[in-house]
């Protein structure tokens, strides 16, 4: 792929869902050669007042209409993601880097929430409870919230807005997008065939057309601005901790809502007992996959003593076979770093592990002479003597500490010893170590899993961690009653007035 025909295909997939950018001062460069591929013009905090009013208009608009109705407008939305998953997936691959399998694969993942939801639309039940009070029935119901403000990561650039989108869309609440500046393009695309979607519908009103769902380009400080918008009552906001520690309070201070998606430090034990072809394949897939550039990632490993030279021998192996390479051609499994920050930090945190005596297999630039303004690496493996303060911080790149262990309960502990609580998993054949691992006692993290990694998530479960991760969970289960407010009512079909704690006011006749 060269510069020229990357920045022609990315014109050819954007006219497919009928956008025409007509230029723009944010420059969108392709991780593949970190080429530019287009330009977009930001919002700025004029644009966002005038985005976050029609949000509004349409909100209201939207939250009488019945949900199995809005379900057909997601029902809609997936027809279109369907008939047009090459091209989606495609532009994924050539602005995010990510391999082509795991673009098209977004896409997938937004047409599976999109029929989650579109079932969901018929099953936003509230419950009857019973009342103490003689001749009362007390009910529990759930409205729409309002305009929800979306703010995304650059490494899933369509399928986390998707979680929140089709999900809030049959809860009755209008969409602000504010997606990763790194990633515009993505966001644009998806918007574009939402509105055919809406198209279709057949009779939607230009309120709806307008505000129903909208994308604000911009950086940090758009996100800001959203976050600090009392007109929007949930903001979901995923991407790093430390962009989660500032979106929160100024949400809080508003009394807003938040689910936040932050970032992971994801473990796996591999134990004396372990089926070792299922965690070699595992490993490599979770540590090296997206190029380390998963929140799942697996970043730490660690293996009991007595199989530790056997698994680590195969890894490095391993390892050394990956295929590093254009992201766009069949066959790779590794693509680009995102860019030239997060080489750096990879290079960083490798240093800062050989100095507290790790040993460190891989991790170097490659493909620099074809690509002098992309960042390929091998991915690395640091056999670290102990998890230090480094390992218990994420650095989004393809490294993965490995450390031996002897004592389960142990092992646990240590992994459970980092700020973040995201994805967990285990590798044994004993029912007592899975059960341990599981238990309230064992991983402390929001996805915890047997015999399988901790990355690739199913959108029918919650999906979120504990800790600095956040606490948020979307996507499946009974996720969406964040995106609804709860209406608690009782209805007295007496003829008294039953007041509480026995209370009398009594008045005259
Ligand atoms: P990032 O935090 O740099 O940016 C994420 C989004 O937040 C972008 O849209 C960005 O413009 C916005 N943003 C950044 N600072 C902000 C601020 N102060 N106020 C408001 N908005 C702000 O993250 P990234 O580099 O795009 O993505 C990688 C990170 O995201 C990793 O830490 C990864 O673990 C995390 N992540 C988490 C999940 C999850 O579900 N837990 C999913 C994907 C990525």
Redesign the pocket.
Known sequence: MTTETLFRETGALLAKFGIALGGGDLPVASPIDGSRIAAVQHHDQADLERMVAAAEHAFVAWRSVPPPRRGELVRLFADELRHHKQSLGRLVSIEAGKILEEGQGEVQEMIDICDFAVGLSRQLYGRAIASERPGHRMLETWHPLGPVGI??????PVA?WSWNAAIALVCGDSLLW??????PLCALASNALFARAIDRFGGASEELRRGLSQVAI???????A??ADRRVPLVS???????????AP?VAQRFGRTI?????NNGMIVTQSADLDLALRAILFAAVGTAG?????LRRLFVHDSIAETLLSRLQRAYGDVKIGDPLEPGTLVGPL?GEN?FAAMQEALAEARAEGAEVFGGERVLAARWPEAYYVRPALALMPVQSALVQR?T?APILYVMRYRDLADAIAVHNAVP?G?ASSIFTTDLREAELFTAAEGSDCGIVNVNIGPSG?EIGGA???EKE??G?R?AGSDSWKAYMRRMTTKINYSRDLPLSQGIRFPVDA
């Open positions: 703010i995304t990561a650059f490494n899933f986390v504010k997606p990763s500046d790194k990633t911009g950086g940090p400080e758009l996100g800001q959203l976050a906001a995923t991407g790093s901790t430390r962009m989660g520690g500032t979106v100024v936040l998606e932050l970032g992971g550039q998963r929140c799942t990632s995102i997060a994420e989004f973040q995201l998530a999906f979120g961690g991760t956040g948020g979307e």
